[in-house]
Every structure is written in C-alpha cells, then in structure tokens.
C-alpha cells in the first residue's frame, strides 16, 4: 500500500513557496508568482513559468507576487496560488480535502492570519492552520525549541526579517522588519543604476546577488558580467560589476537588519541572554546564504553567529516536523485565530 496522507505544509514566502508532504519531504519549489491576462482577468500562469514571464510580457498580461513582504496583498490570486499548490501535489494524496499548515510572518496581524485561513479553504483545503515563521525555522534549523535555554533564530526570508529569541516552545521576544531578499535586489539595481547608468532588471539583480554578492568588501574580488540598457543612449551594454561594489550596495540593507538583532538582545531577559552569548544565534532563509553575512553580524553584535543547514529549507523543514506531529503542536505553534 502506498504512503497516503491528506496534509500538506506549506511555506508560502514572498519570493518562493514550498510544499510538504509527510513521508515525501519537499515536492514543490516555486516562485510566489501569478500571470493574469488583464481583460479577462483570467490566471494564465503560476510559479515557474510566471516567473519566466517577468519583465518580457505584453501589456495585457501582468505579472503578479501576490505576497508582500510576507503578507497576502492580493487575496483573490493567493487563492489561485494555494489552488495551483494544491492540485499540483494532488497525485501524492488520495483524500480530496488536505488539512493544510501554512507559516506565515511572526507580525502578521488576526486580520492578515484570517485570510490566509480563508485563502486555504477556499483554495480546497479541509482545514488550515497558521504558524509563525521564526518558531518553524528555528525547528527546521534543528534548534530545541521547547528546552528552557534560550535560542536565538534570524530568519531572512524575500520581503521579512524575522529575529526571535525562542524558549519553552515559545516566541519570548522578536521583530519583523521589512527588509530582507527583496529590498536587496532593489539596492542592487538602484546602485547598477546610479553609478553605471545601465537598467536592470529585478531578476538580474538577484542573479547578481548570488553570484558574486558579499556582506562586506574583501581583498579579493569577484567579477561578473550584466548586461542591460543603458539609461543614457537607451541601447543594450555589458559591464562588469565586482563583489566589492554589490557589498556597498547592501550595506545600507544590513545594517538595518544588525539593527533589529541588536534590538531583539536589548529585549532579552538577561539569562536567556547569557544563553544566547554562549550558544550564538542561527541564521536562516535564502538571505542567510549572503557570503560572510554571520560574520558581519557577529562582528557587529558581538554574539557568535552560525548559518544553518539548508538555510532556504529551515521553515519548510520546521513546518512539516509540525505537520507530522501536528497533535503535540497544536498547543504551543499554532494560532488558531
């Protein structure tokens, strides 16, 4: 007999949504992205191939992201999105309505929480429950979040940064900032633009920030080619762009995340703090694989800093232990409203 199960985790990010299903692991990594054709309104695309669209689309086509900085901002295409998931991973599961889990920021508001809820059941789900990202990716960055020692998770995901110091299960104290993946991009083509005059595009910017970004500047660089339009005879051109100019175009970006940890230790009780000095924080999601980005926070702060395991896959990971366990969770993760 086939493993069958009729729950599902996702992690439905700003930049990316997966999903997971117990016994199977993750089974889908896509852009949150949604294609509508404009007159009709209809959804021509989710995910990959939406996201192949981006930037090259005629006018009666829009591209959306239906999540900003971590919360729904279009209810109607979230829907459309969560269906997408769910019918895409309909073949692992027999039953026809999954009970869903789905991490959401640890500031949205009962409002926000209320219409993932409503997005998921109307999408098909037979029950949604919501959790709080910084609780699964310290669970999914194998943090013990229910001993009583102090742990400290910096989760950097595409539209949030989310500090938390976790103990007993709980979140003791943690901020949500809006500055993370996305606002990096951003500060990568206003940078390319003001001092190259050449236009880039978001997804190149992402490109460039992969590939050769870096916390601070180094002895050593690194090169890479981008080509865009040049703002001045509007024609295409290349440059070459070096690690050290990205890292002073993300500079303004880090430091106000070092902000937020340093305000998340000023508002630790001090013998959870103690524990945090000992141990060191952990950081997670995509924007934890910057290059020496623990560093600099360490430096910064003066607690040591370690970059999880799969950083991208720490809330995911802690959303499907939840799942699979969803009985014992149900009291200390899940807020119900």
């Avoid at 997966?18 to 199977?24: A, D, E, N, R, Y």
């Avoid at 999408?123 to 709080?132: E, I, L, N, P, R």
């Avoid at 910084?134 to 229910?146: E, K, Q, R, Y």
């Avoid at 951003?186 to 190259?196: S, V």
């Amino acid at each position: 007999m086939g493993f069958f199960t009729n729950k599902l985790a996702i992690d439905l990010g700003t930049c990316n949504s997966l999903v997971f299903i117990p016994g199977k692991g993750v089974v889908l990594n896509e852009p949150s992205v949604v294609a509508v054709s404009k007159p009709e309104n209809r959804i021509m695309a989710v995910g990959l191939e939406a996201k192949a669209m981006v930037g090259r689309t005629p006018d009666n086509i829009v591209v959306f992201r239906p999540m900003r900085e971590g919360v729904i901002a279009d209810y109607k295409i979230t829907e459309a999105m969560l269906r997408y998931f769910i019918n895409k991973t309909k073949g692992h599961f027999n039953f026809l309505k999954p009970e869903l889990l789905i991490s959401i920021p640890f500031g949205a508001s009962s409002t926000e929480r209320r219409a993932v809820i409503e997005a998921a059941k109307a999408a098909g789900a037979k029950d949604a429950f919501v959790a709080k990202e910084p609780i699964l990716a310290a669970i999914g960055a194998g943090i013990p979040i229910n001993s009583c020692e102090g742990n400290m998770i910096v989760n950097i995901g595409g539209g949030t940064s989310e500090i938390a110091v976790v103990a007993l299960g709980g979140i003791v104290t943690a901020q949500s900032i809006r500055m993370a993946g996305d606002k990096m991009d951003e500060r990568i083509a206003e940078y390319i633009k003001k001092e190259h005059n050449l236009a880039v595009g978001s997804q190149s910017a992402e490109e460039i920030k992969i590939r050769i970004g870096r916390a601070f500047p180094q002895k050593k660089e690194d090169f890479y080619d981008i080509r865009g339009r040049d703002l001045v005879s509007g024609l295409p051109r290349n440059i070459k762009i070096s690690s050290n100019e990205i890292a002073k175009a993300l500079q303004a970006v880090l430091e106000e995340i070092i902000e937020g940890v340093k305000q998340v230790l000023r508002n630790t009780p001090p013998e959870l703090s103690a524990d945090i000095i000992n141990k060191g924080m952990i950081l997670s999601g995509g924007g934890a694989l910057l290059k020496n980005l623990d560093q600099l926070v360490a430096k910064h702060t003066g607690v040591p800093c370690f970059t999880a395991e799969e950083s991208l896959f720490c809330v995911i990971k802690g959303t499907g232990v939840v799942i699979e366990n969803l009985d014992s969770y149900k009291r200390t993760v899940m807020s119900k409203k």
